[in-house]
């Protein structure tokens, strides 16, 4: 009897196994990421939101399609043929207005690295259909040292004066320029043996 109960046992154990042999793959074969973006869209994601972030809403990886929409008047071929175009392409980053959340300006990183580099070449497409949508475009060369103000300079050159960022103004400066307007101003120009540079952050 003992002797039975063990074969069957066995069997069962058997089965089992083979069942796991052909089971199926899951359905379902993923896990939890541990980012979201690479290193460096991390690092200008804070530099972009120290630089504009109490103005604008900032979007990731938005596509095309969700920042355009197609005129009413435009005929079914050319419709069908941008949106088909259109739902390829991706912006890195797309500022919005707070209040609407209309999109304001799209912001792509450059950078030359691997054999065709990342967005190296200027999509011809993408700054047609932008600028017909009247939305500023910016394409930022990736390299290390960028500071927030270098981004804030470069962002602020490209945004219409409705959209301006509106630049804090640091504690004790208001009084100070307040009492150097009250003082006598120079009537000659000051001469000085400094150069001024500029650096553009856009490609």
């Known amino acids: 009897m003992e002797l039975a109960i063990i074969l069957m046992m066995l069997l069962i154990l058997v089965a089992v196994g083979a069942m796991k042999l052909h089971e199926p793959a899951l359905a379902f074969p993923f896990q ?20 504009v972030g109490k103005d604008f809403r900032i979007l990731c990886r938005v596509k ?15 419709v069908k043929n ?16 707070k209040d609407s ?28 259909a932008l600028d017909a949508a009247h939305i500023p475009h910016i394409r930022i060369k990736v ?14 050159a490209k945004l219409p004066k409705s959209k301006q ?5 640091m504690q004790g400066t208001a009084k100070l320029a307040k009492e150097f307007a009250n003082q006598a101003r120079p009537t000659r120009p000051i001469k000085t043996n400094k150069t001024v540079t500029t650096r553009s952050v856009a490609a």
Do not use: W
Not at 32 to 51: C, G, Q
Not at 101 to 122: C, E, F, T, W
Not at 165 to 169: G, K, T
């Open 32 to 51: 939890k990421k541990t980012n979201l973006f690479t290193p460096v869209e991390r690092s200008f994601i804070d530099l972009i939101e120290n630089a």
């Open 64 to 78: 095309m399609s969700d920042v355009l929409a197609v005129r009413k008047s435009a005929d079914k071929k050319t």
């Open 82 to 97: 941008a949106l088909s175009r259109a739902g390829s392409k991706q912006f890195d980053f797309v500022l919005c207005s």
């Open 101 to 128: 959340m209309m999109p304001v300006l799209a912001i792509d990183l450059v950078h030359s690295k691997g054999k065709d580099g990342y967005k190296n070449q200027r999509d011809y497409f993408v700054s047609g």
């Open 143 to 156: 390299r290390a040292g960028y500071t927030v103000k270098d981004i804030q300079e470069c962002i602020q």
């Open 165 to 169: 960022i509106s630049v804090p103004v």
